[in-house]
C-alpha cells in the first residue's frame, strides 16, 4: 500500500496509466466536460468540501475534477471493496485530491476509508448506496449541522434513505439523483444492460446463445441486462414480486416464472432486485451442473453466499469466478455476489455515466444555491436540471430536435379547443 498526506493507494506508480485512462474517459464525456467548463469561470463551489463515497473509476474521476474546477475541496472513498481502479485513484492523489481506496479492501479498511472521509468535515455528501450518510448518522451526528445537504446515486441508496425519511432520521436534505431521468432511464437501463454482460463475459466467457438465462428483477437495471442478453440468442426468463413489473416482462416476449421454477432450468442467473437473499440456498440445490450466478444489484446479499459457504467446497479458478461442489454438481459465482459489471469489468461506460455525472456536479450546485431552503428528506432535480442535462447530451451527440411553435404552446396549455 502507498501512503501519502492525501491518499492510501494501492500503488502511486500506476498514476500515469490512470491518467491517460481518465483522459479516455473524459473524451467521452463531452456533456461533463461542458459543465466543468462553466463551473470553472463561475466556482459554483468555492470553497466548499465535498465528501464522496462512489465506485473510484475513470468516470468518477471525470467528476471529481469537476467539482474541483468548481471550486469544491474533493475527499474520495469507495462505496464497494472491489469496484476500485487502482490506477485511477494513483493519478488523482498524484492531482492532489484525497483520496482513500484499493481494489479489494477489507471491510476494516474500507469503514476506515468512510471514516477518514467523514473527519474531512464535508459541507456535502455524495454517496453511491448512502454508507456515507448512515456513517455520518451514526457515528458523527455533530457534524449534521454544518452539512447543506447530499446527494444519491443508486436506487438502493434512495430505498435506505426513504426508510431513514420514514423514522425521522434522515436529519439533511438529500437529492435523490438516481431519480433523474438522464440517470436512471439510461444509467440504470443501458449502462447497467451492457456492462453487466461485459462482466459476466469477461469474468467467465461463457456463450450467452441458446442459454436460459435468468434475471431476477425487471426494474431499470433488470430490463436493460434482459433485453441485452435476448439480443445476444439467449432465452430469457425474469423472476419478479412485483405484478405490474411481471406482466411489463411477460408482454416484452420473456417467460416469467417464480425464482423455484427458474432455479431448477437456468444456465446464467443476474440478480439485480436491491433485495437479499433473492437465490437462496433451497435454489441452489436443485440447479444444473455448471450454472453460471452472478449480481449486478447494489450489495452482495442477492445471492446466499454465506450458506453456499457453509455447505460446498470452493476453489477460485478464475481470477473473478470461484467453483462450489455442491454434492456431484458445480456451480460457479461471478465476482464474490457483488456488482459484476464494476468487478469484472469497468462499470458503465463512460458516455453513460456523462449523463449520470451531470446530475451529480449540477445536485452540488442546486444544494450550494439552496443552502439553508430545504428541509431534510429527500428531494428529486428540478425537471429544468434534468431536462438541461438531455439537452447538454444531445448537443454532445450533434443531434438537433424541433422546438414548440406558439400556436402549439398555446394548445398544449388549453382545454377550450377539441373536436
Ligand atoms: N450494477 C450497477 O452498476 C447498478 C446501476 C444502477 C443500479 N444498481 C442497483 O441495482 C439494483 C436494482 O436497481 P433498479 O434501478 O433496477 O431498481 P428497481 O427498483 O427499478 O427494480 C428492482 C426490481 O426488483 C424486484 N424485486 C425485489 N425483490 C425481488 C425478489 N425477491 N425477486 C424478484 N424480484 C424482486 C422489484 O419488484 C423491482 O421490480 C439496486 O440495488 C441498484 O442500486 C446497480
Redesign the pocket.
Known amino acids: 500500500m502507498d501512503e501519502g498526506p492525501n491518499y492510501t493507494v494501492k500503488d502511486i506508480r500506476l498514476a500515469e496509466a490512470g491518467k491517460l485512462d481518465i483522459e479516455y474517459a473524459e473524451s467521452q464525456m463531452a456533456a461533463l466536460m461542458k459543465v466543468r467548463e462553466r463551473f470553472a469561470r463561475e466556482k459554483p463551489l468555492k470553497g466548499l468540501r465535498v465528501g464522496m463515497a462512489l465506485h473510484p473509476s475513470k468516470e468518477t474521476a471525470a467528476l471529481v475534477r469537476t467539482l474541483a474546477a468548481g471550486g469544491a475541496e474533493v475527499s474520495l472513498c469507495s462505496c464497494n471493496p472491489l469496484s476500485t481502479q487502482d490506477h485511477v485513484v494513483a493519478a488523482l492523489a498524484k492531482e492532489g485530491i484525497t483520496v482513500y481506496a484499493y481494489k479489494g479492501e477489507t471491510k476494516e479498511d474500507y469503514y476506515r476509508f468512510l471514516r477518514k472521509v467523514v473527519e474531512h468535515r464535508p459541507d456535502i455528501t455524495i454517496d453511491d448506496?448512502c454508507d456515507l450518510v448512515s456513517e455520518i448518522h451514526k457515528n458523527h451526528p455533530e457534524l449534521i449541522k454544518g452539512i447543506i445537504g447530499g446527494a444519491e446515486e443508486?436506487?438502493?441508496?434512495v430505498?435506505r434513505l426513504k426508510a431513514m425519511e420514514k423514522d425521522n432520521a434522515l436529519k439533511y436534505p438529500i437529492i435523490a439523483v438516481?431519480e433523474a431521468k438522464t440517470k436512471?432511464l439510461m444509467?440504470?437501463v443501458k449502462?447497467?444492460g451492457q456492462?453487466?454482460i461485459d462482466g459476466i463475459l469477461r469474468a467467465s466467457n461463457v456463450l450467452v446463445a441458446g442459454k436460459n438465462f435468468v434475471v431476477?428483477?425487471?426494474?431499470?437495471?433488470?430490463?436493460g441486462v434482459a433485453k441485452r442478453a435476448q439480443g445476444m440468442d439467449a432465452n430469457v426468463i425474469v423472476?419478479?414480486?412485483?405484478p405490474f413489473?411481471a406482466l411489463q416482462a411477460a408482454y416484452d416476449g420473456y417467460r416469467v416464472m417464480p425464482?423455484r421454477e427458474a432455479a431448477k432450468t437456468g444456465d446464467i442467473f443476474v440478480t439485480?432486485?436491491?433485495?437479499k437473499n433473492?437465490i437462496n440456498i433451497e435454489h441452489m440445490k436443485t440447479m444444473k451442473d455448471g450454472a453460471v450466478l452472478c449480481n449486478?444489484?447494489?450489495?452482495d446479499a442477492e445471492i446466499n453466499i454465506t450458506e453456499l459457504r457453509k455447505l460446498a467446497k470452493s476453489r477460485k479458478i478464475r481470477p473473478y469466478m470461484e467453483e462450489f461442489s455442491l454434492g456431484s454438481k458445480r456451480i460457479y459465482i461471478l465476482g464474490e455476489g457483488r456488482?459484476?459489471?464494476?468487478v469484472a469489468a469497468e462499470?458503465?461506460p463512460s458516455e453513460i455515466m456523462s449523463m449520470s455525472f451531470c446530475n451529480q456536479a449540477l445536485a452540488c450546485e442546486y444544494l450550494a444555491k439552496n443552502r439553508g431552503k430545504l428541509k431534510p428528506g429527500v428531494h428529486v432535480l428540478p425537471d429544468e436540471i434534468d431536462d438541461g442535462v438531455a439537452a447538454l447530451q444531445l448537443e454532445a451527440l450533434g443531434i438537433q430536435i424541433d422546438q414548440l411553435t406558439e400556436e402549439q404552446r398555446k394548445y398544449l396549455s388549453s382545454w377550450q379547443e377539441g373536436t
Open positions: 448506496g443508486t436506487s438502493t441508496g430505498i438516481n436512471h444509467d440504470n449502462g447497467t456492462s453487466t431476477c428483477g425487471y426494474g431499470d437495471c433488470g430490463k423472476v419478479e414480486v412485483d413489473s425464482i439485480v432486485t436491491g433485495n433473492v449486478s444489484g447494489h450489495f456488482l459484476v459489471n464494476l462499470g458503465h
